[in-house]
């Protein structure tokens, strides 16, 4: 399962809760990264305050200053070099492209830097790579890198490590979810089939210019091929095709490029940076960050000063409470997120769309997702958030809250209501097994969907993990019916639709969504790849792999004393850290 490129479960889970009292590192930390290796940005905030603290440059409504700054705990204030931000427990996989969950992706988006990042548009800007030339035909991408590029051990970086990343991620041992290898770089799958030495789309012009030519366009290529890069020496020391067992080795001590160096990784407690020397773009305001991973009260950790970044979800009671704290910064925000109910189609009952959608029906997301969240977010319908330029519901089935419907599609399923009230079919009952986090949110999920499918004739049965990582473990393994996620951030609105071609959603294969992602990546027309999409979103929408769930409307809190904070709906949190500092 390539499972990187999903967030902490459920959307409305990833934030913490000030009035449901949420209580774990999970819903206080950045958010799952782009899930490529583009997520680091240099895009500039907009609304930035007179004192130079920025808000942000995604969607808000802009950021409330602290009131009182001598309310910050003495903890906090004792802090002179250090930032301290919460996150959900790593899996240690920090290796970019060998992710195992979006927050190894937090971590990894402090170590390294792409070719290429996008600005708070979602728009490629020059990262490791200076510039870039394009053909005329859209097949040859030519990437020219700065000059005097190092890692964070010092060595150069050169066309020639961008040559192996790329090269590596065409292994047949590769199964990460790195989308280059889908580019079909000419060659790519010759080296994959051990037919050939090099990939020979893939060529080295010199120490700093590189290219790659493709066999048919696509419009994500820039930013696919302009991603991490990783240190032929280091991680190509071992390599020999078709054996990447190697590179697991060096997950936990990360050879990077970024602003920060991996310092200590203690799993369960935190995850210690310095600042790196050697990065391009100068060394990082703050010299010492730490992600702190331990489980806990997120409002406890921010109003006792352990960390100084929070997130909650954006009801008026919880930015009222951050209010009356008077030493935060708060910054309303909406990321380019959806969540969603991943469904296990390989089990029998789930095959049948009637039974995919009767659970929509049957399920009330409005009381779930936005009533019980003070109408801070809304129910989502189609893999694309609201910020997105692709996003439409046009001709989309809302599914509203409709147990009679439910109920109907059911009795036509087959699935008849037995003695007990539970349905039955072939002499099987109708059971869900319900994967999710430990997270006070969570029991508003659990006892609005048990009361909902009862009334449908569904049985219920949550479980519920304390540690993300083991919740992942167990959706892999296949024990499940339904698990809730949310996705990373999405740049571009194939991102929101790849696991559904991918072999991400177990069961799940039709050729006709295939074919209208390739033809919505085959242009770079905006106006076609929207009517592509459009028709692509109502497909999913009456198939419903998966159930989507919620868009999340999110508050940012942080110490006032943080400065050049600003957030980016695309990569978060990310592209302003190494700009941060305390006053």
Known sequence: MK????AEVTAALLIGSLVLSACNGGGSGVESPAGKATAATTGNASGATADGNAASSGDTDGVILAADLSKLPNVAKQRTDMIIVGLTDPSGAFTPYFHQSGYDGNVSSLLYTPLVTVDDKGLPKAGLAESWDISEDQLTYTFHLRKDLKFSDGSPLTAEDVAFTWTLLHDKAYDGDAQLPTLSIEGGEAYKAGKADTVSGITVVDPLTISAKLQKPNAMALVI?????LSKAYYGKDYRFGQLDYIKKLHEKPLG????????????????????????????????????TSEGDTWQYLETGEVDYASFSATK?????????????????????????????????????????????????????????????????????????????????????????????????????????????????????????????????????????????????????????????KVEGGDYDIASFSTPMLTDPS???????????????????????????STTDIERR???????FQLLNDELPVIF????????????????????????????LPNWELK
Do not use: C, M
Request: hydrophobic share 35%; proline share 6%.
């Open 495 to 521: 991102e929101g639709v790849l696991q559904f071609v991918d072999g991400e959603i177990k069961g799940y294969d039709n050729p006709k969504v295939k074919e209208l992602y390739d033809r919505a990546l």
């Open 530 to 536: 929207k009517a592509v999409y459009q028709e692509l």
């Open 3 to 6: 499972r990187n490129r999903i």
């Open 257 to 292: 490029n970024g602003p920060y160096v991996l310092e200590k990784f203690i799993p369960g407690q935190e995850v210690r940076y310095v600042a790196n020397e050697h990065y391009y773009a100068g060394k990082p305001k703050a010299p010492r960050f730490i992600y702190k």
């Open 317 to 473: 009671e919880n930015i009222d409470k951050l209010k009356r704290l008077g030493f935060v910064n708060i910054l309303p925000y909406t990321p380019s997120t959806y969540g969603y109910l991943q469904l296990n189609l390989e089990h029998e009952p789930l095959k049948d769309k009637r039974v995919r959608q009767a659970l929509t029906y049957g399920l009330d997301r409005q009381s779930i997702y936005v009533d019980a969240n003070q109408g801070a977010g809304e129910v989502a319908n189609v893999p694309a958030s609201p910020i997105s330029w692709a996003y439409t519901e046009e001709g989309t089935n809302p599914y509203p809250y409709d147990p009679v419907k439910a109920n109907q599609l059911l009795d036509e399923a087959g699935w008849a209501k037995g003695p007990d009230g539970i349905r039955e079919k072939d002499g099987k009952k109708l059971s869900i097994h319900f994967l999710g986090s430990k997270n006070a949110q969570i029991d508003t999920f659990i006892a609005v969907a048990k009361e909902n499918f009862d009334a449908i004739g569904v049985e219920f049965t949550p479980e519920i993990f304390a540690d993300f990582n083991a919740l992942v473990s």
């Open 549 to 576: 769930t919620s868009y999340k409307k999110t508050v940012y809190a942080y110490n006032g004393r943080i400065q050049h904070l600003s957030v980016s709906p695309f990569t978060g949190l990310s592209s302003s």
């Open 225 to 229: 091929l302009g991603g991490d890069v």
